[in-house]
């Protein structure tokens, strides 16, 4: 039998912002605005020769108990102006954004990243997010609009008309002439009109097809309606799926998903987000993941977090004593707003968290820190690189996108002491070989969901 290929692993850089992971009362955390900041973090990424930097979006400021969340007081800045100047300081480096396709119109959207495509030389990426959130839709004109069952039926044909737009330009209109730069052969380049149930929309769209043709198409959901749309529209999914054996089945569930819309296995990369915590030796790296943890795990931040399962104000309970003797309110209004609901049943998750306080004498700031804990690979370094290769080629995953806990130097020591590891093991590039992310990723050339689309027809 032959034996298979080692995969590559893919590698992404997440600027977190402040954030439940995010560490930011260290004295060598940083600005989370500051364009040094972002520039840190690209150009560190770029050095050890990572896949594409990601950055977040907040469309509004969250709120709990009816005041702004102690973590989202440094505010949010535009993904698309970031993302725009992180392309101007780096040169190979993919740059990501998550941006909201509930309050958003196709057109803009995909002329804002066609144009991001041309200004990268051939970068960038759109992580699409949905939202029925009423709360984040009052900052729009037409705020709390679209419900819940709809939102992907929604984002669904925005990322096929997104397409179309792209697509309205073709590879043979647009001509390179060294005397004349580009002109257009077409008579009439750009023409578009799609008719659909979420958007009626026709005329010329004024962004010549872009280096990738379409920017690399990122989605996360892990219910049945998200990996499908995943499965039908997105080159790569991020998974929240960390452990080895629940990663697998989510990896082996969505590739067999892709059969169905004419796409191979390949033509869909897996990614989860992880963190790491690196250390001289073993109990080293334990040790300074454990102080990490509580460090991420404030007293403060631990009744912030019970309260948003209990959905009750328990500003008054101490962090260090016990789990409070009522049960959650889950029939009562969200105490907090702008984020999207983590417990679908708070009961039963409440009694289990109860069970495990119980069983092992732990406080609330305990428990949260158990319950809720993230920190991925840890280890030495060379503990890393192996865990890491070893649960990308035991398909767990295709790569991981890395959460550092510090902003922005957190990533410095996995690129400095991991990343020569992973390339000795010959599953990471040493030097970059292709100019676009597409390349990069390994998929297939943009015109692949034209072909997609017409067989679909």
């Known amino acids: 039998m032959t034996e298979r290929p080692k995969k590559q692993v893919i590698l992404a850089a997440y600027f977190p912002g402040v954030n439940n992971t995010t560490v930011w009362t260290d004295p060598r955390s940083k600005s989370q605005i500051e364009f040094d900041s972002f520039v840190h973090l690209a150009q560190t990424a770029e050095r050890g020769k990572l ?14 108990r009816g005041q702004i969340h102690d973590l989202d007081v440094v505010g949010r800045p535009d993904t698309l102006t970031v993302l725009a100047a992180i392309a101007s300081v ?83 209109e647009v001509i390179a002439d060294p005397e004349r ?17 979420q958007f009626d929309i026709a005329g010329n769209f004024n962004v010549p097809r872009s280096p990738q043709g379409h920017p690399v198409v990122l989605q996360a959901g892990d219910s049945n309606d998200g990996r499908e749309f995943a499965a039908s529209s997105a080159d790569i999914i991020f998974s929240r799926h960390s452990e080895l054996s629940a990663a697998q089945a989510f990896y082996t569930d969505v590739k067999n998903r892709l059969a169905k819309y004419g796409r191979s296995r ?13 250390g001289v030796t073993a109990a080293d790296a334990t040790e300074r993941a454990h102080v990490i943890r509580r460090q991420q795990v404030s007293p403060q931040t631990a009744i912030l977090l019970l309260e948003q399962l209990w959905n009750r104000d328990l500003s008054g309970y101490d962090a260090d004593g016990p789990l409070p003797d009522i049960d959650p309110d889950p029939s009562a209004a969200s105490i907090i707003n702008g984020r999207a609901p983590m417990f679908p049943d708070p009961l039963k998750t409440a009694a289990e968290w109860r069970a495990v306080a119980e069983a ?40 991981f996108v890395l959460a550092p806990h510090l902003t922005p130097t957190g990533l410095d020591e996995f690129v400095d002491q991991v990343v020569p590891l992973l390339q000795e093991r010959g599953v990471l590039r040493t030097e970059y070989t292709t100019s676009t992310l597409r390349g990069h990723l390994g998929l297939p050339p943009a015109t692949r969901w034209r072909e997609l689309s017409r067989a679909s027809a």
């Not at 002109?183 to 659909?196: A, I, K, L, N, T």
Request: aromatic share 12%; proline share 2%; glycine share 10%.
């Open 181 to 197: 730069g580009q002109f257009v052969r077409s008579d009439s380049p750009g023409w578009f009109e799609h008719r659909g149930s």
């Open 51 to 64: 896949d594409f930097f990601f950055l977040a979006e907040g469309l509004r400021l969250r709120e709990q």
């Open 266 to 278: 390949d033509e869909l990369k897996v990614l989860p987000g992880v963190s790491f915590v690196l």
């Open 360 to 399: 092992k004498g732990l406080s609330i700031r305990e428990l949260i820190i158990e319950r809720t804990g993230r920190q991925t690979f840890i280890g030495t370094p060379a503990h890393v690189a192996q865990a890491i290769d070893d649960f990308v080629q035991t398909d767990g995953s295709d790569g």
């Open 90 to 172: 780096t040169t190979h480096l993919g740059v990501a954004g998550t941006l909201n396709a509930t309050f958003r119109e196709p057109y803009e959207l995909a002329r804002q990243l066609a144009t991001l495509d041309h200004l990268s030389d051939g970068r960038a990426a759109w992580n699409v997010v949905t939202s029925s959130d009423a709360f984040t839709g009052e900052n729009f004109r037409r705020g709390g609009y679209l419900a819940h069952a709809d939102r992907y039926r929604r984002a669904a044909e925005f990322v096929a008309t997104a397409r179309e737009l792209w697509d309205a330009w073709s590879d043979d």
